[in-house]
Structures are given as structure tokens and as C-alpha cells.
């Protein structure tokens, strides 16, 4: 053992299977674990608040964790001790990833399966992230809504400057947790550097947003939707209509549901809409709660029917307008 990290919050230590399983089951989510049984010596300690659990694992003999889609959260496996690899495949079953037993780190994503196999001395630092807190966080960044899975290659490097960065930022997070009057005992500390860890992670792990956080945005792949992203965010308190996004892409309306369905998943007007939401939790976020009123914010966007806005706000951020603007 390395070093055993959250020792003030143990769940389970354990040398039965069954309990294993249903700890990791309690804490993270449902899967079948397969391992030896006489050499089994298992320890998990965690703690959770409303966006991030992160936990310490390790089984202490070959095991293997087959689980199935997450659907409602990414999982991160940072390896801190021993080796970990891994495999993936799309729901029907056929093999679509895998990765080497000196990757590093695993991630978990909402819509597929993952069987993660650990070496005897294997030890782990582990995120349980909800897709709402990760996706959302993940909009802000890029100031544009988030329509589909973040689809985060199977494997993290994390001996590149960008893993070592996550894996630092993870390990400073868990001892700070553990340390008697540390980040525990101040939530407003805990959420901001729980908001820094995310950031690494889109940061370390490639996907589809990689190129536009880098701010390396894929203008070939968008096509000829480019100009029209483009538009929407410097023109987003302007009226906007199908009809006028189309003309700016020199295409039909038809064809241009038909670019925004193939290429971001959703209808230009959701995304719109979306740009939108984004541009008032920015304001929200860096306003003063004693000068600036929720309802003069959604206005400024174009958001008039209170009611509909507080959820509409609410189904992309995870929490109310409200709820943004008190931090």
C-alpha cells in the first residue's frame, strides 16, 4: 500500500466478496465482481456531497468489475498504486475500446459498458461524477449548451501535464477532505475546488469538446454551421428565428434542422435557447445577490415566462437560477 487516502471516512474493510461488491454497489453503482476469495482484502473509504463522491479503493488480489452503462453519472478511476486496464463495449456487446495496463486511469461513461481488471497491489483514487454537474460545468466552459454524452476516451494518460495535473488536483482534494478543519468543514472551498478538478478532468480526457476547450474548434466539422454558432453567441439577446439563422448559413430551414439534429443534437431554437441559459448563469454567477434579480436577468435573454424559464434553467444546470446566483 502506497498511501491509503480518506481514512476519516472508511465504509468498508473487508475480506468477503459479497460485502465488496455491496459497498462499491452502495456508493458507486451495481456490477459483478469476480476475484480470488481467499486472497481478497478489500478497503473503500468515500465521502459524497450533491455534484462529486470521490473514494479509495483497492482489493488487494486480482479482481475484475464488469459494470454496466452508468446512465446518470461518469465515473473516473485514477490508478495511484499497482496497474489497472480495462475494456469497453457499445450496448449491444461488441468491443469498441480497451485499454493497456499502464494507462493510468479509466473513465466510465453514461452509455456504455466497462470491465475494469486490477492487478493484486492495484490501489485507486475514484470520481463519481453526476452527468448534470459534469455536463453543465462543461457548458459553462464553452459558453454553449452540452446536448449529448461527453465521450471521453476509454483511457487517461496520466503522465502527460494534463494527467498529472488531474491527479494532483484529485490527491490534494482527498487529503483535504481527510485533514481535521480542511475542505470538509467548508462547503464554499469544497464546491470551488471540486469545480477545479472537473475542469482538469474535460482537460485531460479526449473527446468531441476537447478541440473547442483548447480553443482549437473543429470549423470543418461543424461546416456549415460554423457561422451560424457563431452568430447565435455574439447575437444571443437578439431576436433570433429559424428563418434568420438559415439565411445566414445560406441554407434552407429544412436543411438547417437537419445540420443542427446530425451535428449537435438538437434544433437550432433549443440551442439557441441554450446559448441563452448559458449567458444568464454566467451573469447569475458573477453577480451580487444583494443588487442583481433573477427575474432582470432572464429578461435581458429573452427569457419573460418566469416559471417555464426555472425549469428549463433548471433541467440544463441541475439547480435553480436562484441557487446560482447565492454563490
Given amino acids: 500500500m502506497v498511501q491509503e487516502f480518506l481514512t476519516s471516512v472508511p465504509v468498508v474493510h473487508t475480506r468477503s466478496l459479497e460485502e465488496a461488491r455491496a459497498a462499491v454497489e452502495r456508493v458507486y ?19 459524497s456531497d450533491r455534484t462529486l463522491t470521490l473514494g479509495y479503493l483497492t482489493y488487494g488480489a486480482e479482481t475484475s468489475l464488469r459494470m454496466p452503462p452508468t446512465e446518470s453519472c461518469y465515473h473516473v478511476n485514477l490508478d495511484v498504486a ?44 475514484i470520481l463519481k461524477v453526476s452527468r448534470v454537474g459534469l455536463e453543465s460545468h462543461l457548458s459553462d466552459l ?6 449529448d454524452v461527453v465521450g471521453f476516451d476509454l483511457g487517461l494518460d496520466l503522465t502527460t501535464d494534463a494527467g498529472r495535473s488531474l491527479l494532483r488536483s484529485v490527491e490534494f482534494l482527498a487529503s483535504e477532505l481527510d485533514r481535521p478543519g480542511g475542505l470538509a468543514a467548508s462547503p ?48 444571443a439577446d437578439a431576436e433570433l428565428t429559424p428563418e434568420l439563422l438559415a439565411r445566414v448559413a445560406c441554407v434552407s430551414v429544412r436543411t438547417l434542422h437537419g445540420a443542427f439534429a446530425d451535428q449537435l443534437g438538437v434544433s437550432p431554437m433549443a440551442y439557441v435557447r441554450g446559448v441563452r441559459l448559458a449567458k444568464v448563469r454566467a451573469e ?44
Fill in 142 to 147: 464553452l459558453g454553449r449548451p452540452v446536448g
Fill in 284 to 327: 447569475l454567477l458573477a453577480g451580487d445577490p444583494e443588487r442583481v434579480r433573477v427575474t432582470d436577468v432572464a429578461s435581458r435573454w429573452g427569457f419573460f415566462h418566469q416559471s417555464r424559464f426555472a425549469q428549463q434553467y433548471r433541467d440544463q444546470f441541475g439547480e435553480l437560477p436562484s441557487a446560482t446566483l447565492q454563490r
Fill in 188 to 235: 464554499l472551498a469544497r464546491a470551488q475546488l471540486e469545480s477545479y478538478v472537473l475542469t482538469q478532468l474535460l482537460l485531460a480526457g479526449r473527446h468531441q469538446y476537447s478541440d473547442a476547450l483548447a480553443g482549437r474548434e473543429d470549423r470543418t466539422r461543424l461546416g456549415r454551421l460554423a457561422p451560424v454558432v457563431a452568430y447565435v453567441d455574439e447575437n
Fill in 82 to 125: 499497482g496497474r489497472t486496464w480495462a475494456d469497453r463495449s457499445g450496448r449491444g456487446g461488441a468491443s469498441t475500446a480497451h485499454t493497456t495496463p499502464r494507462a493510468g486511469g479509466t473513465v466510465l461513461t453514461p452509455d456504455v459498458t466497462t470491465t475494469v481488471h486490477w492487478s493484486t497491489d492495484a490501489e485507486q483514487l
Fill in 29 to 47: 453503482l451495481p456490477h459483478r465482481l469476480e476475484g480470488r476469495r481467499e486472497e481478497l482484502d478489500m478497503r473503500l473509504n468515500a465521502t
